[in-house]
T-cell receptor
Framework: DGGITQSPKYLFRKEGQNVTLSCEQNLNHDAMYWYRQDPGQGLRLIYYSQIVNDFQKGDIAEGYSVSREKKESFPLTVTSAQKNPTAFYLC????????????FGPGTRLTVL | AQTVTQSQPEMSVQEAETVTLSCTYDTSESDYYLFWYKQPPSRQMILVIRQEAYKQQNATENRFSVNFQKAAKSFSLKISDSQLGDAAMYFCAYRSAYGRQGAQKLVFGQGTRLTINP
């Protein structure tokens, strides 16, 4: 089955530690996205990538980093510089075509203790 | 920058009744896409319906339909014959039609939590 997988579903880290969230897609989509979801604020874009080895900052990129070494994978690292990392993180991908929508993964809940 | 506003944090409806969720947006662009996404308790985002700005006809998907008022920058979602499985957070989202396709990000509203009463 084609889709987007994110792992793990729940992640706990101590304050000051970097942590990497996984996102893999087998939809052969060129574009991939990372969103952060906080209560009452909807989804906000962190980073996006249009093609392999290329990515751009979104609206709230500070304290985050990404890589896009393979078309299928777009991992997100939450660094110790992110002041409020506890949130729900969603990965998405999209096929070329103006009308095409973004498909979302199941998300990862990150809690920093 | 574009913004999307959902003024109803919570809504409730009786099963089998009809409910309308409101969404307004602000943009200076003439060509764009609007979406309604559903997020059930599993937190998986699911596309419900989409509308192209240059199409005057309102989109419809089974029990879900929209009322798209371009001049008023309004994009409401109507759910007919509400079912228990419709209970979820609903997000309105905007996407520009300009620029490189991969760079066309979604701008989300704050969401409306819909409760279905049996």
């Amino acid at each position: 089955d084609g889709g987007i997988t994110q792992s793990p579903k729940y992640l706990f880290r101590k304050e000051g530690q970097n942590v990497t969230l996984s996102c893999e897609q087998n939809l052969n989509h060129d574009a991939m996205y990372w969103y952060r979801q906080d209560p009452g604020q909807g989804l906000r874009l962190i980073y996006y990538s249009q093609i392999v080895n290329d990515f751009q900052k979104g609206d709230i990129a500070e304290g985050y980093s990404v890589s896009r070494e393979k078309k299928e994978s777009f991992p997100l690292t939450v660094t110790s510089a992110q002041k409020n990392p506890t949130a729900f993180y969603l990965c998405a991908s999209r096929e070329r075509g103006a009308y095409n929508e973004q498909f979302f993964g199941p998300g990862t809940r990150l809690t920093v203790l | 920058a574009q913004t999307v506003t959902q003024s109803q944090p919570e809504m409730s409806v009786q099963e089998a009744e009809t409910v309308t969720l409101s969404c307004t947006y602000d943009t200076s662009e003439s060509d764009y896409y609007l979406f309604w996404y559903k997020q059930p308790p599993s937190r998986q985002m699911i596309l419900v319906i989409r509308q192209e700005a240059y199409k005057q006809q309102n989109a419809t998907e089974n029990r879900f339909s929209v009322n798209f008022q371009k001049a008023a920058k309004s994009f409401s979602l109507k759910i007919s014959d509400s079912q228990l499985g419709d209970a979820a957070m609903y997000f309105c989202a905007y996407r520009s039609a300009y620029g490189r396709q991969g760079a066309q990000k979604l701008v989300f509203g704050q969401g409306t939590r819909l409760t279905i009463n049996p």
